[in-house]
């Protein structure tokens, strides 16, 4: 079938971009992680409160995701349970775009 070009990584609440670089099988892809990084025109706004403070605008956070040619190639396996995941149980959802999110408030 065909395949979604982009894996985010899901930890917690904050979410990495890989792209798919080789569809090995219907189960198995190779993805490699891309560079993010933020949009310089994106600035944090805290306010007190939380442990420390709390970031109201994350929310409207850009990045700027390019190849990282530099990043080993993993390979990531349908599971039943786990939906797509790594070696390591770490889950990932394929998308048609890449995504990034960093919060700032965990």
């Known amino acids: 079938g065909d395949f979604m070009k982009y894996a985010m990584h899901i930890a ?10 080789r569809v ?15 949009n310089p025109d994106f600035k944090p706004e805290f306010v007190a409160g939380g442990f420390s403070a709390v970031c ?16 080993p190639v993993i390979r990531i396996r349908a599971n039943k349970k786990l939906g797509w995941a790594d070696k390591y149980g770490q889950k990932f959802v394929l998308r048609d775009k890449p995504v990034k999110y960093y919060d700032y408030n965990f």
């Not at 917690?12 to 670089?21: L, R, T």
């Not at 219907?26 to 933020?38: D, H, L, S, T, V």
Request: charge should be negative.
């Open 12 to 21: 917690y609440s904050d979410i990495n971009p890989y792209e798919v670089i």
């Open 24 to 38: 090995v099988s219907e189960k198995c892809i190779e993805i490699r992680k891309m560079k993010g990084e933020k």
């Open 56 to 71: 109201i605008n994350q929310g409207d956070q850009e990045w700027i995701i390019t190849s990282d040619e530099s990043a």
